[in-house]
């Protein structure tokens, strides 16, 4: 049987299309869901793809993940310069985890440079839009290869 990747979407993520498109594009997160699943498929993984507005179902998941899932690829959102929680409880599973920004977050405000999830993950990538979704499951298929 395939690898199994859980793809975990933050706070505002569901407004994809409508918020922004000027930064963040006009796909919405359904297409992202239906590319990701495409690539997933292509890639021989199985995918379950969440999306929440709140922390603590954000954590249930990646603590959820630990009997379910070989990998995650995380897209936390604001979250991603706040959340000490979630940091750990990625470390705390300690399932190899992609971080994922549709924006580069680097080209915008300072507070968006810091990220609590990228020291805890075995890369980050940002800036490519929808794409950086499918360059994340190529990313953890590479990084299982890899492992090998």
Known sequence: MGKSVLVINGPNLN????????????TTLSD??????????????????????????????IHNAVDTH???VINAGAFTHTSV????ALKGVGLPCVEVHLSNTFAREDFRHHSYISPVAI????GFGAKSYTLALEALANYFEQQK
Do not use: T
């Open 123 to 126: 890369g980050v990538i940002c």
């Open 32 to 61: 992202i869901e239906r590319m990701c699943k495409n690539c997933a498929s292509n890639l021989g993984f199985e995918l379950a793809f969440m999306q929440s507005n709140h922390e603590g179902e954000i954590l249930d998941a």
């Open 15 to 26: 407004l994809l299309g409508k918020r922004e498109p000027e930064i963040y594009g006009r």
């Open 85 to 88: 929680a979630l940091m750990d």
């Open 70 to 72: 070989d990998g995650i």
